[in-house]
C-alpha cells in the first residue's frame, strides 16, 4: 500500500529565510505533485514532477524528484508573507493520487 | 481555465438525513474524484470515476454512494449522514492517463 508522508507538519519561519518541505513514499512511482491550499480554498497545482532528477521552479519555490530514494523536496528560496499556505505533495499510484497530510507554513513579516 | 465548482460551499444537516454533494467540470474531463479532507489527515479519496456510469471504491467509501449519469456531473451521497461525517468535501477532474487533478473549491459539511 502507497503512503506518502510529509515533514514537517507545520513550519513558522521569518521572511527572508531558506526553507525545505519533505515528502517521502513508500513504493516506486514515476509521477509526483505539489499542490498549494490557501486557507478556506481549495487546492491549486504547484508541480508535477515525472522523472527521477526531474526539477521544476517558479518564483521562490523549487520541487526536485529522487525516485530512487523515494523523496521529493519543495525549497523555499528567501522566503515573503505571500508563500503561507498549507502545501500538500501528493503520489501517484494505481489509478489514484495518494495525499501527504500537508505541511502548514506560517511565515512571518 | 478548467472549472471545476461544487453545488454548496457550506452545508448543515441533521443526522440521519440524505445529503447529496453535487460537482460539476466543464473542461470535458474523464476522470473525477471525491475526497475528504480532515486536519492532521490530508486528502482521503472516497470514490472516484473514470466514465459515465461508472465508479471505482477509494479508500474511504463507506457510509457513501456516487452517481455518475453525465460525463461533466459526479455526486456523492451521504445515505444516512453521521456527525463523523463532518468534514470538508474536495471533487476533482483530470483527464485520463494521469493528468493533473483540477480541484473544485469544495463543500464544508458540518453534520449536528
Known amino acids: 500500500e502507497l503512503k506518502v508522508e510529509q515533514n514537517p507538519l507545520f513550519l513558522s519561519m521569518q521572511e527572508g529565510k531558506n526553507y525545505t518541505i519533505y515528502c517521502n513514499y513508500s513504493?516506486?512511482?514515476?509521477?509526483l505533485y505539489w499542490y498549494r491550499q490557501d486557507p478556506g480554498k481549495s487546492l491549486e497545482s504547484l508541480f508535477v514532477?515525472?522523472?527521477?532528477?526531474a526539477v521544476k521552479q517558479e518564483g521562490r519555490l523549487m520541487a526536485s524528484l529522487d525516485t530512487k530514494a523515494r523523496l521529493s523536496t519543495l525549497h523555499i528560496t528567501a522566503a515573503v508573507h505571500d508563500l503561507s499556505a498549507t502545501y500538500f505533495c501528493?503520489?501517484?499510484?494505481?489509478?489514484?493520487?495518494?495525499f501527504g497530510q500537508g505541511t502548514r507554513l506560517t511565515i512571518n513579516p | 481555465d478548467v472549472k471545476v465548482t461544487q453545488s454548496s460551499r457550506y452545508l448543515v444537516k441533521r443526522t440521519g438525513e440524505k445529503v447529496f454533494l453535487e460537482c460539476v467540470q466543464d473542461?470535458?474531463?474523464?476522470?473525477m474524484f471525491w475526497y475528504r479532507q480532515d486536519p492532521g489527515l490530508g486528502l482521503r479519496l472516497i470514490y472516484f470515476?473514470?466514465?459515465?456510469?461508472?465508479?471505482e471504491k477509494g479508500d474511504i467509501p463507506e457510509g457513501y454512494s456516487v452517481s455518475r449519469e453525465k460525463k461533466e456531473r459526479f455526486s456523492l451521497i451521504l445515505e444516512s449522514a453521521s456527525t463523523n461525517q463532518t468534514s470538508m468535501y474536495l471533487c476533482?477532474?483530470?483527464?485520463?492517463?494521469?493528468?493533473?487533478?483540477?480541484f473544485g473549491p469544495g463543500t464544508r459539511l458540518t453534520v449536528t
Open positions: 476533482a477532474s483530470s483527464f485520463p492517463e494521469k493528468g493533473t487533478q483540477n
Open positions: 513504493t516506486t512511482s514515476d509521477r
Open positions: 514532477l515525472l522523472s527521477n532528477g
Open positions: 501528493a503520489v501517484e499510484g494505481a489509478q489514484k493520487l495518494v
Open positions: 473542461m470535458d474531463h474523464e476522470n
Open positions: 470515476s473514470y466514465d459515465v456510469k461508472m465508479k
